[in-house]
């Protein structure tokens, strides 16, 4: 089976524009989670969402937001982009059918200049 | 909250030789799932091995096996004839097995890059 999509793969951005990044998770699975990955933070959870709603939420300020339809595939939005937003997003699906292990999708490579 | 500490910034192995990468967490729950996820340059990450904090049986995948020592707040991950397609970093992860603020939420370490030398 297909697994887990993100698009796009790369994006450059200019400081104070904002950005929405899209996940399709593995048919099937209803929760995604969003993840930030830093060279200084490391990997920071942002928030999952589950059957369109958001059930957790990370530490970041209010200009990341995310969504999630009615097939599951998720949105997350990045207002007023920072330079420190520059990182690699992931995105996760999962499903209890299958432990709720994590699947993970490659990645988007944010840049804000 | 739960941290998750992987002390080993860096490490390296001849290939077909043994290495282990250390975890450490902290937790005051009492049931829980560890990971380790491998994080090649195509920046996939993919699930190593995981374990279930109720199971007092150490997990393995093949050459892959963790050492859990609950007690301890120990996890580590032993790669036995180490390949050189295990150059990769690797993140141990948390996660609880209780809904609420938890939903979805995997705690990473830092991280341990590898590199297997021929």
């Known amino acids: 089976k297909a697994g887990v999509t993100q698009t796009p793969r790369y994006l450059i951005k200019t400081r104070g524009q904002q950005v929405t990044l899209s996940c399709s998770p593995i048919?099937?699975?209803?929760?995604v989670s969003w993840y930030q990955q830093t060279p200084g933070q490391g990997l920071q959870f942002l928030f999952e969402y589950f059957s369109e709603t958001q059930r957790n939420k990370g530490n970041f300020p209010g200009r990341f937001s995310g969504r999630q339809f009615s097939n599951s595939r998720s949105e997350m939005n990045v207002s007023t982009l920072e330079l420190g937003d520059s990182a690699l997003y992931l995105c996760?699906?999962?499903?209890?059918?299958?432990?709720?292990?994590?699947?993970f999708g490659q990645g988007t490579r944010l840049t804000v200049v | 909250a739960q941290t998750v500490t992987q002390s080993q910034p860096e490490m390296s192995v001849q290939e077909a030789e043994t290495v282990t990468l250390s975890c450490t967490y902290d937790t005051s729950e009492s049931d829980y799932y560890l990971f380790w996820y491998k994080q090649p340059p195509s920046r996939q990450m993919i699930l190593v091995i995981r374990?279930?904090?109720?199971?007092?049986q150490n997990a393995t995948e093949n050459r892959f096996s963790v050492n859990f020592q609950k007690a301890a707040k120990s996890f580590s991950l032993k790669i036995s004839d180490s390949q050189l397609g295990d150059a990769a970093m690797y993140f141990c992860a948390y996660r609880s097995a209780f809904g609420g603020t938890s939903y979805g939420k995997l705690t990473f370490g830092q991280g341990t890059i590898l590199t297997v030398h021929p």
């Open positions: 048919s099937g699975h209803r929760s």
């Open positions: 374990q279930e904090a109720y199971k007092q």
């Open positions: 996760a699906s999962s499903s209890r059918t299958e432990k709720n292990e994590a699947f």
